[in-house]
């Protein structure tokens, strides 16, 4: 009784079943890994007809994250980015009103307002992605 383990199992059935169990995750991670890679290259197919030109995911987020805490003067370039989207909105925001309010301020070309708000959007597009990049 004293070589017998708890279940009732001898040390060699036990053995041998947490090798079957290994054996089983070892060709489950295998498999898994394979799905992966397949996966993989269908979307570099698709994406480029061929997998030498592929950029992987993880590799183009973490470069954009590497851009988007580089510091500059103390403070990254994200911080900079988001003063300058701040600005570019307060700006477009106050064209409007301005042209709203004031007879003067009328001479103000309309497109300017709209070419104010296409760069303040696409500077909030690019704070938000440099943002993202570094969770990705």
Do not use: N, Q
Not at 43 to 54: D, I, N, T
Not at 90 to 108: C, E, F, P, W, Y
């Amino acid at each position: 009784m004293a070589g017998r383990a708890v279940g009732g199992e001898d040390g060699v059935a036990v053995s041998r079943r947490l090798h079957r169990h290994k054996a089983l995750d070892r060709a489950a991670f295998r498999l898994d890994r394979e799905a992966v890679a397949s996966s993989r290259r269908d979307l570099c197919l698709l994406a480029r007809a061929g997998e030498e030109g592929c950029l992987d995911r993880r590799r183009t987020m973490h470069t954009l994250a590497k851009w988007a805490y580089t510091s500059i003067l103390g403070h990254p370039l994200v911080f900079y980015l988001g003063i300058l989207t701040y600005a570019a909105v307060t700006v477009t925001a106050g064209v409007a009103l301005l042209r709203a309010k004031s007879a003067r301020m009328r001479r103000i070309p309309a497109t300017l307002h709209r070419r104010l708000a296409v760069v303040a959007v696409g500077l909030a597009t690019l704070h938000g992605l440099l943002t993202l990049s570094a969770y990705f």
